[in-house]
């Protein structure tokens, strides 16, 4: 199972539309899955019928949609993965899905496990920009969701088989590098031969504007080096440096924590040649209007003009991101740019995006490039999420507070009985992070969304804790029959499809988890993740279901029966399970 039942059955429908309507125009098929409610109609829907008879209507051939959908079903090639089609209403079509391919499907998920079709995405590069914090400036929670939605969005193309390359685009330039270069140079005059120990960025920052405000020697100094720095003079170079790395070394903590890998920094300053480039090659191309001291650049469609070149020579957020752009579809040579950052961003990239491809720095047509915004992060009390004094939540601080929290939760369930102190560690550390990550990763990133240790940690809830307690009962399955049958045994059972799916909590249950490709499918279409979390809390309820009532051992006429399709299907489930955590950076374990 490397595609999904639903792109099959696209294909299978288009081949069928443009065999009963070879006049109509090429068009894809129209299927989804039905809902729950109306599984009984069937497994999945096509709906096309409607629309072909629209365009023949227009043409002047007058059919009821009800006898195209008759034909489309006439003309369904032959396949393995259909068991009837059945016409409805006024001409839906509904598609059961034979046991026998799902029994095989299920089977090959045993025996291979989670396969991906790499066949679109060979030789494809996906550049992904996120987390993107600002140097000398605290990580917030709009960092922590970036970093949380960007990886996943990262690795979910990574195993479709895309060459990804994750972008850190820290803000590392701009004029308050001179303001922090002057205090640097005051506290810690030996910053060039020891990293200088900074231990509250936050609050080295607030002093350097103080004095930048009070102060008129500082600011003059603080500009000089502004200067100096442009020009790379190599002293005012290193403090620049030093300022760089202890940031860096705060940013890493963070990661490590949240095993963030393969994140390569590429900050603004790379781009401060490349940006010289840009501004000449759009003043050639007579794109820049002067307006009050300042070049402008107007993006089609858009009310607000990009400012490119600052009064005074300076250039901005919109200039840095032109020329990375330009540098990422060039140089980077990527097939797909993704920019994850706060909706507040939103205007800013439409306009980026849309003055590139006026410059023609990419072809629309050839480069997918997004801009994957979401929504701010509120407290409790549905206010912006801030401590109680009212300063920026510090990322570390918050993620001491959900080890503490998860760690508690393990002790109220008395795990330290089976789990030694390594264990219990790991697990806590597991939890936590898991839960931060699937909180944020399971609602929409587009809306706002509340920050609630409460309800993140909450294993009766559709929490990361919750689902990964139930991944070790799927996994525990097996020990039922330890013994009793050998890993062998399953295999050949799984390879030869000798189970069946009658028991409809076993059919709904292989459904669910077939549907995985389908799923992920759509969350690189939309970039959106949250629906793989929605399916993955459907898959367990369709576990919960179908363990209740199908029991793995069978008494009959006093004799214990195996029921190996219920192990395999037990296996199956965990296997997409596990995939979907590894796609949403969330860390299993075998002991929780
Ligand atoms: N540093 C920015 C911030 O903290 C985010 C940068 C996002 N990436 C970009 N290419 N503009 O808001």
Redesign the pocket.
């Known amino acids: 199972m490397s595609s999904s039942i639903l792109d099959t059955l696209v294909s299978i429908f288009t081949v069928a539309i443009a065999g009963a309507f070879p006049n109509v125009p090429f068009m894809k098929a129209a299927v989804n899955p039905t809902s729950p409610k109306q599984e009984k109609f069937g497994d999945y829907q096509c709906n096309s019928s409607m629309q072909i008879a629209g365009i023949l209507k227009d043409a002047g051939e007058k059919i009821a949609p009800r006898d195209v959908a008759k034909k489309i079903v006439d003309n369904i090639p032959s396949n393995d993965l259909i068991k009837e089609s059945t016409i409805a209403g006024p001409g839906f079509i509904n598609v059961f899905i034979c046991q026998k391919y799902m029994v095989n499907r299920i089977g090959e998920l045993n025996n291979v496990g989670v396969q991906y079709d790499k066949s679109k995405s060979q030789g494809r590069k996906v550049v992904v ?2 987390s ?3 140097i000398a ?1 605290e990580m917030h929670v ?2 922590l969701r ?1 970093t949380i939605i960007g990886d996943s969005i990262a690795n979910l193309f990574e195993a479709y088989g895309y060459n990804v390359e994750r ?1 850190n ?3 590392d330039w701009g004029t308050q590098f001179g303001m922090l270069i002057a205090h640097l140079i005051d506290l810690f005059p030996d910053y060039d031969k020891n990293v200088p120990r900074i231990s509250d960025l936050q609050k080295f920052y607030k002093e350097s504007k103080k004095r930048f405000d009070d102060d008129e020697e500082f600011k003059k100094r603080a500009y000089e080096n502004v200067v100096k720095l442009q020009s790379h003079e190599p002293a005012i170079h290193k403090a620049w440096q030093a300022i760089c790395e202890v940031s860096r070394i705060e940013f890493q903590k963070v990661y490590d924590r949240l095993q963030i890998k393969g994140l390569k920094e590429v900050g ?1 300053s790379f781009y401060q040649d490349k940006m010289n480039a840009v501004v000449d090659q759009l003043k050639k191309r007579n794109l820049l209007e002067f307006d009050d001291g300042r070049y402008i650049m107007w993006a089609p469609g858009i009310e607000i003009p990009l400012t490119v070149v600052k009064t005074g020579g300076g250039y901005t ?1 919109d200039t ?2 032109l020329a ?2 330009n540098y990422r579809v060039h140089d980077v040579k990527g097939d797909i740019l993704i ?4 909706m ?2 939103e205007l ?2 439409r306009q ?1 995006f849309a003055a590139a491809s006026k410059a023609g720095f990419y072809d629309a047509a050839k480069t997918r490039i997004e801009h994957a915004g979401f929504g701010v992060v509120l407290g409790e009390d549905k206010k912006k999420f801030k401590t109680r004094s009212g300063e920026t939540v510090r990322l570390v601080d918050l993620l001491d507070e959900g080890v503490k929290r998860a760690n508690e939760q393990l002790l109220e369930r008395g795990r330290q009985e089976e789990l030694n102190e390594q264990e219990m560690k790991d697990a806590a550390d597991a939890v936590a992070y898991g839960c931060i990550k699937y909180a944020d990763l399971k609602s929409n990133r587009k809306n706002d969304y509340v920050f609630s240790f409460d309800q993140m940690l909450d294993i009766r809830g559709n929490t990361a804790a919750y689902l990964l307690y139930q991944l070790t009962r799927i996994r525990s399955v097996n020990r039922k029959v330890e013994g009793k049958i050998t890993e062998e045994e399953i295999k050949k059972v799984a390879a030869s499809g000798a189970f069946d799916l009658a028991d409809p909590r076993e059919f709904k249950l292989a459904k669910t988890i077939l549907r995985f490709h389908e799923i992920l499918t759509q969350a690189q279409r939309d970039l959106l993740i949250h629906p793989i979390c929605e399916w993955m809390y459907e898959l367990s309820n369709a576990f919960s279901q179908f363990y209740d009532k199908c029991y793995i051992i069978e008494k009959k006429d006093g004799k214990e029966e195996i029921k190996v399709g219920r192990l395999i299907l037990a296996s199956a489930t965990a296997s997409v399970m596990e995939a979907a955590f590894k796609i949403l950076g969330i860390k299993t374990l075998h002991k929780i």
């Open positions: 920009d996120y993107s914090p600002n400036k709009g960092h970036s972008i685009h820290v803000g603004e957020y840095s991101d990375a752009l920019y994850v950052t706060d507040g961003q800013h990239f980026v």
